[in-house]
């Protein structure tokens, strides 16, 4: 995709709140999807995937949610935390020999203490 | 457990000189992907290889080549560097029969 230039949507939550960030996928032929976190300066650090057979996984803290029908992914975390400030990929895979990830764009998630 | 290495991790060059950046995928990692952030911007993908062939191609300016070598590790070379190139570049691998995608911690490029 396009890249929407310096200004990310932001997300801005209180700590100990519940955080849901949402993201449009566009490929319906993706065989899966995963959410990365990244902190300023560092590589994306994958936090949870989802098969596209799957609705819904959970993992600690954070729940993926997988909508195909109208191609939407979620991701909530619970109880958030300062430390989860950092911007959020959506990522969608495309497997097999020619295998492709896609990035979604990102959101910027703020924890207010 | 063993990560993606990427080296350097910083470097600054000079506008028209040449860069190459190295990554070393997660052992038993036969998919190696390279990506291009801009400040502010999401990865935009460069180009992939499996088993040391070119699998995939995206926005790579024809001033960039790379490839994978038998010991899978992969080398990103750029020339005619334009202030332009600046960015972070990440490098990813995969399994070829898994479906998580890993990223290194990339390597900042700084053309003055």
């Known amino acids: 995709g396009e890249s929407v230039g310096l200004h990310l949507p932001t997300l801005s939550v209180q700590e100990g709140d519940n955080s849901i960030i949402n993201c449009a996928y566009s490929?319906?032929?993706?065989?899966?999807f995963i959410w990365y976190k990244q902190e300023s300066g560092k590589g994306p650090q994958f936090i949870i995937d989802?098969?596209?057979?799957?609705d819904k996984r959970q993992g600690q803290r954070v729940t993926v949610l997988l909508n195909k029908t109208v191609k939407h992914l979620s991701l909530q975390i619970a109880a958030t935390q300062p430390g989860d400030s950092a911007v959020y990929f959506c990522?969608?895979?495309?497997?097999?020999?020619?295998?492709?990830?896609?990035f979604g764009k990102g959101i910027t998630l703020s924890v207010r203490p | 457990a063993a990560g993606v290495i990427q080296s350097p991790r910083h470097l600054i060059k000079e506008k028209r000189e040449t860069a190459t950046l190295k990554c070393y995928p997660i052992p038993r990692h036969d998919t190696v992907y390279w990506y291009q952030q801009g400040p502010g911007q999401d990865p935009q993908f460069l180009i992939s290889f499996y088993e040391k062939m070119q699998s995939d191609k995206g926005s790579i300016p024809d001033r960039f080549s790379a490839q994978q070598f038998s010991d899978y590790h992969s080398e990103l070379n750029m020339s005619s560097l334009e202030l332009g190139d600046s960015a972070l570049y990440f490098c990813?691998?995969?399994?070829?029969?898994?479906?998580?995608?890993?990223f290194g911690e990339g390597s900042w490029l700084t053309v003055v």
């Open positions: 989802i098969r596209s057979n799957m």
């Open positions: 990813a691998s995969s399994p070829q029969t898994g479906n998580t995608i890993y």
């Open positions: 490929n319906s032929a993706s065989d899966y």
């Open positions: 990522a969608e895979i495309r497997t097999g020999a020619n295998s492709k990830l896609t």
